[in-house]
């Protein structure tokens, strides 16, 4: 039988996943993309609970947690293009100007 | 039956995932936005195993068909080749792997010794009604749910504004 412990598990590696993403690529759209895992995966926990729990509030959150997340994607990726414009790069390494 | 499902589509799921970030044979982003769809169909499909029909929907149209076709957009808006010009560095990705097997080791302990699947609060069967789930969200949270919308407006400007900026500045000297 399949427990509320599985889908623990399978969705704290999907996060561990898109942190990895995170860490080992430089590129500012497959980060985007390790962050979007992340976000998956917080939603993955939220519907177990939901389900296991009886209770919709889970689902709800998951709801607003996808809408929230297309609206980062949107302005998120509007930056990356912005970003390419003005220093044709979309490698993390090349962005230092911020670097004391 | 259910169980087998399970298993298959975290399977895939965790697969696709791994590939989206970690690719041994290609750098490409458009490879990672591919298993990205992947990932998301299998999970979609966990969500059906919960009895979250709607949600498992809205995953697909929004995520598969929405943002997944928003990166593949600016990924073929700027230039995908230098990517594959860079390698991995291998200390680098040695330590991330280390740290976050790390994490994941810690989590899935801490949830083991929990006991989390034995609560009786926690043995539901699910209440799948769509039904239910628009009713509470336009009584219950309907105020959340206006604040989600003004949010998308502002997304929608802030996006309008961002893309157009350098064509403004470009008619100002001339």
Known sequence: MIGVEHYLVVSVVLFCLGLLGLIIRRNLIVMYMGLELMLNAANLALVAFSHYRNNLDGQIMVFFIITVAAAEVAVGLALIVALYRKRQTNDVNDLTSMKL | MQDLLFYIFSALTLLCGLLVV????????????????LTIISMSGLFVLLKAFFLAAVQILVYAGAVIVLFLFVIMLLDVKEEERRRFQKF????????????AGIIINSIGQSGIGNAPALNGNGVGETRELGHKLFTEYVIPFEIVSLLLLVAMVGCILLSKRDESKKEETQ
């Open chain 2, 22 to 37: 970690f690719n041994p044979f290609s750098r490409n982003p458009v490879t990672s936005a591919m298993f990205l769809v």
């Open chain 2, 92 to 103: 680098g990705t040695f330590l991330g792997f280390a740290s976050v097997a790390g994490l």
